[in-house]
């Protein structure tokens, strides 16, 4: 390859530069704890962290239609534990931002950082990616001027 033509490098996130399920399975523990403790009737109708997985997973099987949209997915699932568990719907959105919050909390891959660098100072570099991690937030934002939603 003749790296003379090459104008810009994009990247996908999950699993490419960070290993997604790490982050995901963080964020569960976190949003399971925060709906144990605040809003308690979700604790029958989620008995274990593992619960919500599968819990968004049914709700993503009844919305086909929401099949790309991962924040939508997450606040209906959550909708939905508090439903079933006879607690306030309104407490969706700070459930999710919980979850959102350590859903940012990526441990990179080994190597990518010093490539990133290295990259960046050559090539401009572009995100480009179906998942929701703000690259601010993970701490890739740096080497990443502008993504795909600038």
């Not at 003379?4 to 290993?19: I, N, Q, R």
């Not at 439903?83 to 859903?103: I, K």
């Amino acid at each position: 390859m003749r790296l003379d033509k090459v104008s810009a490098l994009s990247f996908d996130l999950d699993d490419t530069l960070w290993p997604f399920g790490p982050s995901v399975e963080r964020a569960e523990l976190a949003l399971h704890a925060w709906l144990i403790a605040n809003a308690p009737g979700t604790a029958g109708v989620l008995p274990t962290c593992q619960t919500l997985g599968r819990l968004r997973d049914d709700y993503e099987r009844s919305r086909p239609d929401l099949v790309n949209n991962f924040r939508e997915l997450r606040l209906g699932s959550i909708r939905r534990a508090l439903e079933m568990g006879n607690e306030d719907v309104s407490l969706t959105q700070s459930a999710y931002e919980v979850f959102y919050s350590a859903r940012q909390k990526v441990e990179f891959f080994e190597d990518v950082r010093p490539a990133l660098e290295w990259l960046s100072v050559r090539f401009p570099l572009v995100a480009v990616t179906n998942g929701n991690a703000d690259l601010q937030q993970t701490g890739g934002g740096r080497v990443f001027p502008w993504d795909a939603e600038s």
